[in-house]
């Protein structure tokens, strides 16, 4: 199983499949990687208790992340 820690903008793209919190300029970057995710759950959160990188947009995060596992 895998995990991925995901930032809130890339979580609701996830969940809803609302793009509409993305900077355009990631969005294809944002697309092809979940789509490559395949089908995932959501799992929970995770506090990093510092900063770290969304696996989906790649952008720096601080705080708190979602964890998103594979179903598949």
């Known amino acids: 199983m895998t ?4 930032c809130s903008s890339c979580s609701v793209v ?3 499949a609302d793009d509409s919190g993305v900077d355009p300029d ?3 970057v944002v697309t ?3 789509e490559a995710m395949g089908l995932v759950a ?3 959160t995770y506090d990093h208790w510092g900063y770290w990188t969304c696996e ?3 952008w720096d995060q601080l705080g708190e992340s ?3 596992e594979s179903v598949a």
């Open 3 to 6: 995990e991925y820690h995901v």
């Open 14 to 16: 996830l969940v809803n």
């Open 42 to 44: 959501h799992a929970g």
């Open 56 to 58: 989906v947009c790649g």
């Open 32 to 34: 092809a990687t979940i």
């Open 26 to 28: 990631d969005l294809n």
């Open 66 to 68: 979602n964890v998103f």
